[in-house]
């Protein structure tokens, strides 16, 4: 009976004479392979072995051809197991394991890695440490809470609320249902503060054990019937909530359409949710829906081709009034002009044609359909649910044939609320979208051929905002406005079209094509000559937005101007003036991602202010201002500089020479395009440092004024110096700014942005130019594509994604092993890869000749094959080569994820430490779910710290595997 030995005070030992069992469960992401583990204290009378586990591993292997296979334990350096090795010879094999913890306090994870002939699987067991495994065992025969409570707070150091949400954490992992929920009820008795918290959350529980969320894999659920059941297990523990079906029903339902609108189009989300949602034991719970979650639920079952279940979610939802005539009131409904009116109609008439034909049942279903997506466009809270309703009208109206108008526009209208749905987020896959409601409209054979061009002229402008979202990401503003001018074209000479939907059109597509000369003005002059202009462009774009009532895009070109005013009055000198615009925008725009930048903008011009006005101090302060919000670039700390020599020069003292130089010479990033020292302010300094020991010459102080007044004129006022260059001007720009050096490089994971440190500084020191461009490709261009491809590669396959990579791609490679760089790269050609903005132009860079028959494609196989490189034969080869990697690294950009650092737990989320040079470096995220301190993560590529706390989902948070120098790169953050 002893499942084993506790230690208490002066080493005396009290034998544990209760029999506790915990178990685990977890299916690959595959579904290949599955194990169900139960594991307990070994029985024994040796102190020695007090903490010995006996662990029942039971293997299923369920999709694989190969039956004999490999099994390959790995754990953790605090544990000892046997055997590490076995056989497989079929399907089901009962393991029987030794596991030796050597740390009371540490959790452990076993790795068991399944290897066939033509099959390869890997999945993972968390099993708490020894003391958490006891404290659950407590808490469940019912002990005094009071003393392991204090117990917990020992092993886990936190405050007691957060003690209790980590036992919760770890009851989960090792409990069964009905032990996790007597420990859940037992400290939400002990907690009112727990209590009340949990209350909130109690559906997101249930929710999470059908799709894979629950920290305790074993608590998943396969049906409907054992969803029921669990309600009613849980309904039995007086301290729990009481859950009503109805409102399990709502709450998934509501997750399933439009927690995520974005993921209700996508495979994984659909994966889990099904199985119970769609069955009748679920369905007859369905009675009390809203119409709107009727009629998605029953879009999707249509598109599945289910009319069998479909046909129990409208007898247990739809309500027959009573004396409906079926035939009058069907052949009277084409005639009302309402959507509304006709999907009203169709609905009562769903449960007769139920139980007439399928070709009757079919039409009514198209009718219903169909009709009532088009009512939702006129009502925003449910257009995201539009997409579905048109295709599953699409899809059974294909089957049913003869219905041509309704099938054509059924798919036309899918594409084209598809296409709403990612405008903003994934504008590549709604330019997809709209392209294909373009090609419906202008089918010469259309069965509404007499109305196609007014079906033509939304799906184009829709189109086209996707598309100048895209050219400015890729900074192609020259070609997005050579295409703008055709489509105008191309509209303008449309006949037969509604004149007010035409001139609605083309003004949309005027405003973004004057948008985008502004833009390629600011890309291809020098700013000193096109600020007048790039304004006017900008100006007319806001005119044409103007007139068709768009402020989301009237806010955009608004605040470029604002900008560019701001840069206007500084070229001028008036530093105050350029302070209160660039606050102007910050309170404008506070949530723009350019609102920090401009707070900061307008300190550094107050900066300037005093420095011209001789209020050194009040420069400095206004420095030290903008170091609370980040950390200086090095335009600021030049001011910096400037601000402390002047102030000695007035004050009589001698600044350090060699402290000055070695601070203006520092590695602050900074745009690549500009001078790492620019000339006037170097001179200025200089002169300053010159003047200070002049002072003792008997040179007149008044002369020495006007030296130091000059010099810090002639460096701070653009407009004030001869010749000014153009990279220097850059740097004025805010649109600039924000890129290459604060976002290109700074931003990136850390170990990327230190490969490309260890190239620059290289590249001073070597003229092997080979050299160069491995140290490029290997620890720059390779370590972000891993981050990338590991990133999206996860979130679409799972744990299995190195798997699938080299699966899809033909690749015969164990899974444990890292991918190349070609391999990395071969994830754009895939499903996940082409889902992103920037994997066409990736193709083509990987195969696109530089030099001389040299390709990022014939680079990557050198390497890979370990060939010496011989591709740049002089400085000019070389930074061809350079800049196609650069390029490149550029387009990733936009899609590398964040990279992090959870630093601690917090009772609603983490407080974590993102691995980049940008400032700032920490944040808070709020995440339900459970991350492991010290660990790395990828967030989202365009997480952006705030004081708002952003919340994140699961499928958002990746745990990063393959680290390529993420570790080593830590200390430096």
């Avoid at 958490?132 to 936190?158: F, M, N, R, S, T």
């Avoid at 009502?379 to 049913?400: G, K, N, T």
């Amino acid at each position: 009976m002893d499942t084993g030995l506790r230690r208490f005070q002066e080493d005396v030992w009290v034998i544990v004479t209760s029999l506790m069992q915990y178990q685990s469960w977890r299916r690959s992401p595959r579904e290949d392979l599955e194990y169900d583990a139960v594991y307990r204290f070994a029985e024994t009378e040796s102190p020695f072995d007090t903490n010995k586990l006996l662990l029942d591993l039971n293997l299923t292997i369920t999709g694989a051809e190969c039956i004999r296979a490999e099994v390959l334990i790995q754990t953790g350096k605090n544990l000892i197991l046997n055997p590490a090795r076995v056989s497989l010879a079929n399907r089901n094999t009962a393991l029987s394991l030794e596991l030796f913890p050597l740390q009371e306090r540490d959790s452990q994870n076993i790795t068991v890695n399944v290897v066939g002939e033509r099959f390869e699987e890997q999945l993972q067991l968390t099993i708490p440490s020894v003391e958490a495994l006891h404290l659950c065992q407590d808490i469940v025969q019912g002990k005094e809470l009071e003393p392991i409570i204090e117990q917990a707070e020992a092993l886990y150091d936190k405050t007691p609320v957060a003690v209790f949400y980590r036992i919760l954490r770890d009851a989960a992992i090792c409990l069964n249902f009905k032990d996790y929920l007597t420990v859940r009820n037992r400290l939400m008795g002990y907690s009112g503060r727990l209590k009340h918290a949990l209350e909130g959350s109690r559906l997101d529980s249930f929710r999470n054990m059908i799709t894979a969320n629950s920290k305790g894999k074993h608590q998943q659920l396969c049906t409907a019937f054992e969803l029921w059941e669990r309600v009613s297990t849980y309904n039995q523990f007086p301290n729990l909530a009481e859950i009503k079906k109805p409102e399990v029903v709502m709450h998934f339902l509501e997750y399933r359409y439009t927690e995520n609108p974005e993921a209700l189009y996508q495979e994984n989300r659909r994966k889990y949710l099904e199985p119970v949602i769609y069955e009748t034991e679920f369905l007859e719970c369905c009675s009390d829906i809203p119409e709107p979650y009727f009629a998605v639920h029953l879009a999707s079952l249509v598109e599945q081709r289910d009319l069998a279940t479909a046909r129990v979610l409208i007898e247990t939802w739809v309500d027959v009034p009573e004396g409906l005539d079926y035939k009058t009131t069907k052949e009277g409904l084409l005639d009302r002009d309402q959507y509304g009116d006709k999907a009203d109609g169709f609905r009562p008439l769903l449960v007769e044609a139920a139980e007439q034909s399928d070709h009757e049942f079919k039409f009514i279903l198209v009718n219903y359909l169909y009709w009532r997506g088009r009512d939702y466009e006129a009502r925003s809270q449910y257009m995201d649910l539009q997409p579905l309703l048109f295709s599953s009208a699409h899809a059974v109206a294909q089957i049913l044939g003869g219905l041509t108008e309704i099938e054509e526009r059924a798919n036309y209208y899918a594409n084209l609320t598809e296409g709403h749905l990612f405008k903003f987020h994934n504008p590549s896959r709604a330019a997809s979208q709209y392209r294909r409601a373009i090609d419906i409209a202008q089918r010469q054979d259309s069965a509404w051929i007499g109305s196609r061009y007014n079906y033509l002229i939304p799906p184009v402008r829709h189109k086209t905002e996707a598309d100048v979202t895209i050219y400015k990401q890729q900074e192609k503003f020259e070609e997005g406005v050579d295409i703008l001018k055709k489509r105008i074209d191309l509209l303008t000479d449309l006949k037969n079209i509604n004149p007010d939907q035409q001139e609605y059109a083309l003004n949309l597509l005027r405003g973004w094509q004057a948008e985008l000369e502004a833009h390629h003005l600011l890309k291809s002059q020098e700013l000193g000559d096109v600020v007048a202009e790039t304004k006017q462009k900008f100006g007319e774009a806001n005119g044409y937005f103007d007139s068709v009532d768009r402020d989301d895009l009237q806010n955009g070109v608004r605040g470029r101007i604002t900008e560019l005013e701001a840069v206007e009055a500084e070229f001028q000198g008036e530093f105050d003036e350029a302070a209160d615009i660039h606050e102007q925008y910050a309170d404008q725009f506070p949530q723009s991602k350019g609102s920090g930048y401009h707070t900061r903008a307008a300190l550094t011009c107050r900066a300037r202010g005093a420095l011209l006005a001789g209020d050194y101090r009040q420069a400095a302060q206004k420095i030290e201002e903008i170091e609370t919000l980040a950390s200086l670039d090095r335009d600021q700390r030049i001011l910096r500089i400037l601000a402390d020599t002047s102030t000695d020069y007035h004050e009589g003292q001698l600044s350090d020479p060699s402290e000055v130089y070695h601070e203006l010479g520092g590695d602050v990033a900074q745009d690549e395009h500009i001078l790492d020292i620019p000339s006037d302010y170097t001179a200025a300094v200089t002169q300053i440092l010159a003047a200070q020991r002049l002072r003792g010459w008997e040179v007149k102080e008044e002369l020495l004024d006007r030296l130091v007044k000059q010099s810090l004129k002639d460096s701070l006022i653009p407009a004030s110096i001869d010749e000014i260059d153009s990279g220097e001007l850059e740097d004025l720009l805010p649109l600039q700014k924000a890129s290459i050096a604060d976002r290109w490089k700074r931003e990136l994971p850390l170990n990327v942005y230190d490969g490309l440190v260890r190239v620059e500084e290289d590249e001073g020191n070597t003229v092997r130019y080979d050299s160069l461009v491995w140290d490029l490709a290997v620890y720059c261009l390779d370590r972000q594509l891993s981050a990338v491809v590991e990133y999206h590669g996860k979130k679409q396959w799972g744990d299995a994604w190195k798997t699938e990579l080299y699966e899809r791609q033909g690749i015969d490679k164990p899974s444990w092993k890292d991918p190349a760089l070609g391999d990395l790269l071969g994830f754009f050609r895939l499903e996940p890869g082409q889902q992103l903005d920037c994997a066409d132009r990736i193709i083509e860079l990987d195969k696109e000749e530089i030099i001389h028959g040299i390709s990022i494609n014939k680079i990557r196989n050198d390497i890979a094959h370990g060939n010496t490189l011989r591709v740049a034969d002089s400085e000019t080869e070389y930074e061809q080569i350079r800049e196609k990697l650069i390029e490149l690294l550029k387009l990733l950009f936009t899609v590398t994820p964040t990279a992090v650092i959870i630093d601690r737990w917090l009772d609603d989320g983490y407080y974590l430490r993102l691995l980049r040079k940008a400032q700032p470096d920490r944040t808070k995220i709020q995440y339900t779910g459970e991350l492991q301190e010290q660990e790395i993560y990828y967030l989202p590529p365009d997480l952006e710290p705030s004081a708002e706390e952003p919340e994140l989902t699961s499928s958002e948070i990746v745990h990063c595997e393959v680290l390529k120098g993420l570790d080593d790169v830590i200390s430096k953050v």
